[in-house]
């Protein structure tokens, strides 16, 4: 007979739903431990920013349950495209064959990425983008006689995944530690930090001089090196650290002379999240390789696509017999039912003209936080691109000394502001603001009056005078 480990489900305050939730299911990102005190709120539907438990409480979304909502949940247009598509074809072998939401998202997906990326491979979550464009790169170079091309290049408090070879690009030490072992070898270069900027530079004035280790690196390392992987403008899971487009810029200028590959990993900031549809725009800079996922689908289903050069695709494409075939591939690939939704999120952004309305929502994000946090004692920085919004929390204004990682500061807020009705998903000791594109005035300064109450409240339980 099989028995429970967890110790919840002898817990007498606990709802029958989450009861059978803590007998079988192991939750992501967590310490299932917590669970003993904090159990999960058992949703059972949501509406545009809300999202309603079992026992009538609702909690503003204001992370887009992890970034990947923008229309708002339940979203009619998007539901009845799906009911639509569902009703003729759900999903069809991608070898061999093909489907119309496919071949029409895939046009749709050229037009509006960087210039030169013309082809489109198809996957289903962010990981795996990024696993298929270190692997095209990597074969890429085998098959083009370059046999010294080998490795990559990532950068500190990089964030792209938590497969293996995602990891291995990655360098947020809470995902990466205990893997170590199994990750390849990564070049790894010093990334831009702006709040803590060594040269005492502000984001919105300088050149990027912090380009120079990026160059020292690749001079040194260039004979080896197949690509270099960054996210475009902010580096989300390490705690939405921003940096200018400059950076890319200088950036590609490198990969160019160098004869490198250019991965823009694009699936956390892409489809408008920072005022332009992909971030990459903001700088004008065309990458070999971009990564796109989460909001393509605008929370509804999983997809994920890489969109790459003629030059890439070529090196593969041959008779048969030499083997050069792309042999990467998942059961889902192409899935008929996503690439319908992805279609009507970009035609969404076209009829409503999602673009200008996520420019004056970040307009909004900006001024709320500031009439609420501007003299708050541990605000270290509040920063933004589009709209995502960041506050850092430090214990030394002045140092800009960070709070120790054991103090859970962004967990004890979390809780608090859940309490309240706002879902938060603090990064350490940065709270963030994420929400669908469709948040009202009143909504935002819903979110925006917890988040500060929540914040406070846990400073004074410590003592804070504020």
Known sequence: MKHSTTSLITNNTLTTLQERDLRHIWHPCSQM?????????????????????????????AVSSWWVNLFGHANERLANVLAEQAHSLEHVIFANFTHEPAIELAERLVRMTPEGLEKVFF?????????????????????????RKTRFLAFTNAYHGETI??????????????????MFDTIRSQGPDCYRCPFGKQRDTCEAPCIQAVEQDIIAQHEE??????????????????????????????????????????????????????????????????CLSKGITGGFLPLSVVVTTNEVYDAFYDDYQTLKAFLHSHSYTGNTLACRVAQEVLTIFEDEHYIEIVQ??????????????????????????????????????????PFASDER???????????????????????????????SEDEMNFMLDVAYEATCDYFKERGASL
């Open 33 to 61: 431990k917590d669970y003993e005190q904090f159990p999960p709120k058992v949703i059972q539907k949501a509406q545009g920013v809300w999202l309603y438990d079992d026992a009538g409480n609702r909690y503003l979304d």
């Open 165 to 182: 070879g995602a990891l291995s690009v990655s360098n947020v030490e809470l995902y990466n530690k205990v893997f170590r072992p199994l």
């Open 225 to 290: 090196l197949t690509a270099v992987i960054i996210e475009p403008l902010i580096q989300c899971a390490s705690g939405m650290n921003m940096y200018p487009p400059v950076f890319l810029e200088k950036l590609e200028a490198l990969c160019k002379q160098y004869d490198i590959h250019l991965i823009a990993d694009e699936v956390a900031v892409g489809f408008g999240r920072t005022g332009t549809v992909f971030a990459c725009e903001q700088a004008a800079i065309q990458p070999d390789f971009i």
């Open 409 to 439: 500061i962004g967990y004890e807020i979390y809780k608090r502001a859940l309490e309240k009705g706002v879902l938060l998903r603090p990064l350490g000791s940065i709270i963030y603001f994420m929400p669908p594109y469709i948040i």
């Open 123 to 147: 996957a289903d979550n962010g990981s795996s983008a990024v696993e298929i464009a270190l692997k095209m790169s990597f074969q890429y170079r085998a098959q083009t006689g370059q046999t």
């Open 360 to 401: 004056q929502q970040a307009r909004r994000l900006r001024e709320g936080v500031i009439k609420r946090f501007k003299d708050f004692p541990y605000l270290g920085e509040f920063r933004q691109t589009g709209m995502v919004g960041a506050i850092e929390l430090v214990k030394n204004t002045r140092t800009k000394e």
